[in-house]
């Protein structure tokens, strides 16, 4: 039979463990946040810390990675996870992957053993709020030309200056890992956020990810002890190692966004009457949700296939660019055209179309803007770098 909401059967591609874990996510984003977040959404705040604790308590917190209290998921089950966290909101799937795919990722693959034991079970419980610092004011798609520094003194401990900006959960993390020039090159630092000369202002007035905190962090003269550099760090494969992990989960959570825009508005479309008979029955809705189902469910496909390579251990960076690059885009789209479909509606908090295409303007910015992902598909095309 011809399911409208799985065309392709995408569903025979899950074990039952993976139908597991999706229906758990599922069931928590449906009770946890759709009831709420459209008012955080308006108010642009959220109970942050509350929501770590339930990701934790369910595994999705650091779900990919092994030991520390993680849970040790697959590839394909963390982006099914994703995918479901995102189909509520995009400011929460973004929480979900500060926390596991920078912050835990980062101490989990980078850290010495004692960082590992003293951070990672308290973040894979949500107790401890991690957030990642690279972004600056002035080098957002150019990383390497960052101007944080940190110094050795002279016992080998460090001190710490500079500015990051647009941090996820900024204000509301207990660590930081914060990346900065040394003199070695660039680093990886494991920052306590109640260290003295640390602080992490909000930014307010953002017309997007409304439901997520996003700060700036204010780092004068940080000092802190040898240890606290991420020691397997080493450069900028540091930190991209970082985002190829949160990127590949965006291909998978930007689907989730698109899922509910299309689902609302195929409702809309086979109720709200106009001429005399439901938008649904006219050829021009009927050719936009068509297209809007292509692209979701070929989407999802992309998605799928990309953790099985993931899992596999075979899925390249230039993949995972591939798949930010095609489905944010996709899913903007499918988005914006789901509101045009629900008219003066659409604009409605009432619905969460709009609420999820403002979300994924930033989705589509951050973890790389589609010119990064051009240029990095355009340079494993051509062999040419076009970057600068
Ligand atoms: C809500 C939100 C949350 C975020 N969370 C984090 C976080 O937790 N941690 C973090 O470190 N960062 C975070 N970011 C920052 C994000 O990663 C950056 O915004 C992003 O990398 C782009 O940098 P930029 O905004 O400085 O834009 P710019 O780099 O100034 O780019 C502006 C435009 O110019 C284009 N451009 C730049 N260079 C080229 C080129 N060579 N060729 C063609 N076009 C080019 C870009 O594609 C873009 O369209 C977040 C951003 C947002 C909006």
Request: include cysteine; aromatic fraction near 6%.
């Amino acid at each position: 039979m011809f399911d409208p909401l799985d065309p392709l059967g995408l569903d025979d591609l899950l074990t039952d463990e993976d139908r597991a874990v999706r229906d758990t996510m599922r069931r928590w984003a449906a009770d946890r946040v759709l009831p709420h977040v459209a008012e955080w959404y308006e108010r642009g705040e959220a109970p942050v810390r509350e929501l770590a604790r339930e990701l934790g308590a369910m595994g999705a917190l650091g779900m990919q990675l092994t030991g520390y209290g993680c849970a040790g998921a697959t590839a394909v089950q963390y982006g099914l996870a994703c995918l479901e966290v995102e189909a509520a909101d995009s400011g929460i799937r973004s929480l979900v992957s500060v926390q596991g795919s920078l912050a835990m990722y980062a101490i989990h693959r980078f850290g010495s053993e004692e960082q590992k034991q003293r951070w990672l079970p308290g973040m894979a419980a949500g107790e401890t709020i991690g957030c990642f610092g690279l972004t600056e004011p002035d080098h957002g798609s150019d990383p390497g030309g960052m101007r944080t520094y940190a110094k050795r003194g002279a016992g080998g401990d460090w001190v710490l200056t500079g500015r990051k900006m647009w941090i996820t959960n900024g204000s509301v993390a207990g660590v930081a890992v914060v990346w900065a020039r040394t003199d070695e090159g660039i680093r990886g630092f494991v920052v306590p956020t109640d260290s003295p000369g640390f602080s992490a202002p909000d930014i307010h007035h953002k017309w997007s990810l409304r439901a997520s905190v996003t700060s700036e962090l204010v780092m004068d003269e940080v000092r802190l002890p040898a240890d606290a550099v991420l020691p397997e760090a080493t450069g900028l494969r540091g930190p991209l190692g970082c985002l190829n992990h949160a990127r590949y989960g965006i291909v998978w959570g930007a689907m989730g966004a698109a899922r509910t825009c299309f689902e609302t508005a195929l409702d809309y479309a086979r109720t709200r009457e106009q001429f005399g008979r439901p938008l649904g029955g006219f050829q021009l809705t009927q050719a936009k949700l068509a297209d809007m189902a292509v692209e979701l469910h070929k989407g999802v496909l992309l998605a799928h296939h990309l953790g099985r390579r993931m899992d596999a251990g075979t899925l390249r960076p230039e993949q995972v660019s591939f798949g930010k690059l095609n489905n944010v885009r996709e899913a903007i789209e499918i988005c914006r055209t789901a509101r045009t479909i629900l008219g003066a509606n659409g604009i409605s908090l009432e619905y969460p179309v709009m609420r999820h295409a403002t979300n994924l303007e930033s989705v589509l910015t951050y973890e790389g803007t589609v010119e990064m992902h051009q240029l990095v598909l355009g340079k494993a095309l051509t062999g040419l770098d076009a970057f600068r």
